[in-house]
Nanobody, 116 residues
Framework: QVQLVESGGGSVQPGGSLRLSCAVSGFSVSTAAVSWYRQAPGKERELVALITGIGGSTNYADSVKGRFTISRDNAKNTLYLEMNSLKLEDTGVYYC?????????WGQGTQVTVSS
């Protein structure tokens, strides 16, 4: 059974940093493309970053390039999102996501609030 559990959200000032984690069970993060999405109040959910399975190639939304880094720890079966130079517009609920043959799976989300 696939489960994704996010943690690490919180409140920070602009320019601050946070590191999100997504603990994965039911499959190996080294074998699947896993993503971070976010949803700001009143807006649609958007893709933030993705890391592929074999090879571990990464892709980022233009709005976070150079500030966010997606990574994974295969031994811990955990996905991470390192967020630096946070901006007000980075506020939202952050979700990890994976698409499998059996379906699309989401975590419960973790709130990130950037405010001065």
């Amino acid at each position: 059974q696939v489960q994704l559990v996010e943690s690490g959200g919180g409140s920070v000032q602009p320019g601050g940093s946070l590191r999100l984690s997504c603990a994965v069970s039911g499959f190996s993060v080294s074998t699947a493309a896993v993503s971070w999405y976010r949803q700001a109040p009143g807006k649609e959910r958007e893709l933030v970053a993705l890391i592929t399975g074999i090879g571990g190639s990464t892709n980022y939304a233009d709005s976070v390039k150079g500030r966010f880094t997606i990574s994974r720890d295969n031994a811990k079966n955990t996905l991470y999102l390192e967020m630096n130079s946070l901006k007000l517009e980075d506020t939202g609920v952050y979700y990890c996501n994976v698409r499998r043959v059996s379906g699309t799976y989401w975590g419960q989300g973790t709130q990130v609030t950037v405010s001065s």
